[in-house]
């Protein structure tokens, strides 16, 4: 059944980087889809309903495969951070990933006219990547600008389903400015969460990080308000 209305889906991989443009959706609710909990609301006369895959293959799958299963939207966003490869693209870049996305790019673009943008490739990757010298050589053997660890699958599913597919990311950090821990610290993959013990223990055993952890997530604050903005935009524009 197909009302006039647009029936706009959004993705991100966790609420660390949705917070700040469920701010921009009215009138929400939260809502489940065989066992997978979103978020429902309006932005002006569209309906906008948000997912948060989660991060890597497995449970983006899983989650996305319930989400899409009878349901016709008429565009999906997939919006999130990302992790440049190599220094030509600073933090709170916005990327609009050519070889995912299925929607007028240029339109989009001209939307988002105010906003530092760039079309390129993004790869999607299994694990995320802590050096740079890994980063600087995807950048040579990839063609990618910047990595992430759930778009390909997304991709996939907005293919089989026919739903039009526009992948946006926020660069969240690059070789220069990588992440202030190693990465099985900074997020478990398996619980789907920070742990906050691990964290705090690390800290105590290299004190001198902690300036570099608050420097973060000032980083992080920023990109989740670029690409919240940029969200709302493409989401007026549709």
Known sequence: MHSNEQ????TFA???ESSDFLRYVKNKSHTGRYGVR????????????VLHTGVGEKI???????????????????GGFAGAVSDDLQIGDLLLAENFSTV??????????GLPIHIANLLTVPALIDSPEARNKLALTSGAAAVDMETEFIS?????????????????????NLFPAPMDVLFDIERQQ?????????????????PRLVQFARRIAQARKILASAVLEIVRAL
């Open 194 to 210: 920070t742990q906050m013990l691990k964290l705090a223990t690390h800290l105590l055993a290299h004190p001198t990080r902690v």
């Open 7 to 10: 029936m706009i889906a959004v």
């Open 104 to 113: 007028d790019l240029g339109a989009t673009r001209a939307s988002l006219s």
């Open 38 to 49: 979103t978020i429902r609301g309006e932005i002006d006369d569209r309906t906008i309903e």
């Open 14 to 16: 966790l609420p660390a």
């Open 156 to 176: 996939r599913y907005c293919a089989a389903c026919g739903i039009p597919l526009l992948s946006l990311r926020v660069i969240s950090d690059t070789p220069r």
């Open 60 to 78: 983006c799958r899983e989650r996305l495969g319930e989400f899409l299963r009878d349901q016709q939207f008429d565009c999906l966003i997939s």
